[in-house]
T-cell receptor
Framework: GDSVTQMEGPVTLSEEAFLTINCTYT??????LFWYVQYPGEGLQLLLK?????DKGSNKGFEATYRKETTSFHLEKGSVQVSDSAVYFC?????????????FGKGTKLSVKP | EAGVTQFPSHSVIEKGQTVTLRCDPI?????LYWYRRVMGKEIKFLLH????????ESGMPNNRFLAERTGGTYSTLKVQPAELEDSGVYFC???????????FGPGTRLTVL
């Protein structure tokens, strides 16, 4: 079945460092790909998404490109801030037929130190 | 506009007891999803409602779990009787249209002792 694998944390960075969180997927067809973020004490929020190959999703300085040839959707940010400390989840959805559920990776906890 | 809300935020019960979790989706969202995250593992899909109908319940772990969505508004997820392995965080999400962004609630942390 479909699955998502993302690098396990925790990841600790200093402010202004470069961030990469790797995510690869296994899926039939042409899934949509997502990054969700969970800040402390809050629910998951959609950070960015891409719905087809070579699409780049971006938001709040974060970017991820849908690479079908490598089945990857790595999350990057050029300069992290303390406020980016959160748990990041990579996810996919195959909206074929009536399915609508998301399939998540295990999550990566990011801590950014001042 | 209010987001997805869940109640309670935490619940601690003993093995064998019953617990009912509640989710209020964003008003007007026909699609409602339940997910669960067991410690250190992936967030796993449990089931999907479209209005009051169960569209997909393939992720429900066993018949100790019962989900309802009477009237197509809020939903409840009952666990009876609870087992130790049911501990985790239960998330609810809603979306306006199938395939569109899902908006998540803050989750209910369930601890079964």
């Amino acid at each position: 079945g479909d699955s998502v694998t993302q690098m396990e944390g925790p990841v600790t960075l200093s402010e202004e460092a470069f961030l990469t969180i790797n995510c690869t997927y296994t899926a039939t067809g042409y899934p949509s790909l997502f990054w969700y973020v969970q800040y402390p004490g809050e629910g998951l929020q959609l950070l960015l998404k891409a719905t087809k190959a070579d699409d780049k999703g971006s938001n709040k300085g974060f970017e991820a490109t849908y690479r079908k040839e490598t089945t990857s959707f790595h999350l990057e940010k050029g300069s992290v801030q303390v406020s980016d400390s959160a748990v990041y989840f990579c996810a996919l959805s195959n909206y074929g037929g009536s399915q609508g559920n998301l399939i998540f990776g295990k999550g990566t906890k990011l801590s950014v130190k001042p | 506009e209010a987001g997805v809300t869940q109640f309670p935020s935490h619940s601690v019960i003993e093995k064998g007891q019953t617990v009912t979790l509640r989710c209020d989706p964003i008003s007007g969202h026909d699609n409602l999803y339940w997910y669960r995250r067991v410690m250190g593992k992936e967030i796993k899909f449990l089931l999907h409602f479209v209005k009051e109908s169960k569209q997909d319940e393939s992720g429900m772990p066993n018949n100790r779990f019962l989900a309802e969505r009477t009237g197509g508004t809020y939903s409840t997820l009952k666990v009876q009787p609870a087992e130790l392995e049911d501990s985790g965080v239960y998330f609810c999400a809603s979306s306006l249209v199938l395939g569109h962004e899902q908006f998540f609630g803050p989750g209910t942390r369930l601890t079964v002792l």
